[in-house]
T-cell receptor, first 113, second 110 residues
Framework: DAGITQSPRHKVTETGTPVTLRCHQT?????MYWYRQDPGHGLRLIHY???????DKGEVSDGYSVSRSKTEDFLLTLESATSSQTSVYFC????????????FGSGTRLTVV | DAKTTQPNSMESNEEEPVHLPCNHS???????IHWYRQLPSQGPEYVIH???SNVNNRMASLAIAEDRKSSTLILHRATLRDAAVYYCILRDGAGNMLTFGGGTRLMVKP
């Protein structure tokens, strides 16, 4: 999607290893979000950010940490990956708190073996 | 966020209008109604949103019931590219998070 890119697009990693997913935006939007999507669970919010160095937990934050040192980058880290974290991860951005839509990235498919 | 109820799946014929219903009987006065869709192997895509009045944009129309307890997303002329999962979501006036439910899987037949 224009203005938001996720990297990598696909990753296979071993249980117990650290993994960092990157979300990069060129829209200068204040709000950024990380979701995961699993069959039978839909999209669930992991963490979100409302500004540089301002982050908060979402619905399923256990096992994940985030950082936002610049407006354009929002990193999601799995400190010690587990098989239950195999999922498709989506980043989203939003300009305002309310009244407009989110723009989602194309997703990162992570497999933990 | 208040909950929404949508049919699991719907079918439509190509080039015909599609009406996707959503019930949100516990909606509060400050909740906005948002619709997103997700095409296969892609991230969700914003479609439309509204508060009280019906809304139109290039992608679709949103019809909101007078009591706001239900809404309908209208695709005026379905194409094969409209086959996707459509999510109806309520977002409160102070909230900054979208909570996705199961959505409606729309199948479009040629």
């Amino acid at each position: 999607d224009a203005g938001i890119t996720q990297s990598p697009r696909h990753k296979v990693t071993e249980t117990g290893t650290p993994v960092t997913l990157r979300c990069h935006q060129t829209e200068n939007h204040r709000y950024m979000y990380w979701y995961r999507q699993d069959p039978g669970h839909g999209l669930r919010l992991i963490h979100y950010s409302y500004g540089v160095k301002d982050t908060d937990k979402g619905e399923v934050s256990d096992g994940y940490s985030v950082s936002r040192s610049k407006t354009e980058d929002f990193l999601l880290t799995l400190e010690s990956a587990t098989s239950s974290q195999t999922s498709v991860y989506f980043c989203a951005i939003s300009e305002y708190l309310q009244g407009n839509g989110y723009t989602f990235g194309s997703g990162t498919r992570l497999t933990v073996v | 966020d208040a909950k929404t109820t949508q049919p699991n799946s719907m079918e439509s014929n190509e080039e015909e209008p599609v009406h996707l219903p959503c019930n949100h009987s516990t909606i509060s006065g400050t909740d906005y109604i948002h619709w997103y869709r997700q095409l296969p192997s892609q991230g969700p895509e914003y479609v439309i949103h509204g508060l009280t009045s019906n809304v139109n944009n290039r992608m679709a129309s949103l019809a909101i019931a007078e009591d706001r307890k239900s809404s309908t997303l209208i695709l005026h002329r379905a194409t094969l590219r409209d086959a996707a999962v459509y999510y109806c979501i309520l977002r409160d006036g102070a909230g900054n998070m979208l909570t996705f439910g199961g959505g409606t899987r729309l199948m479009v037949k040629p």
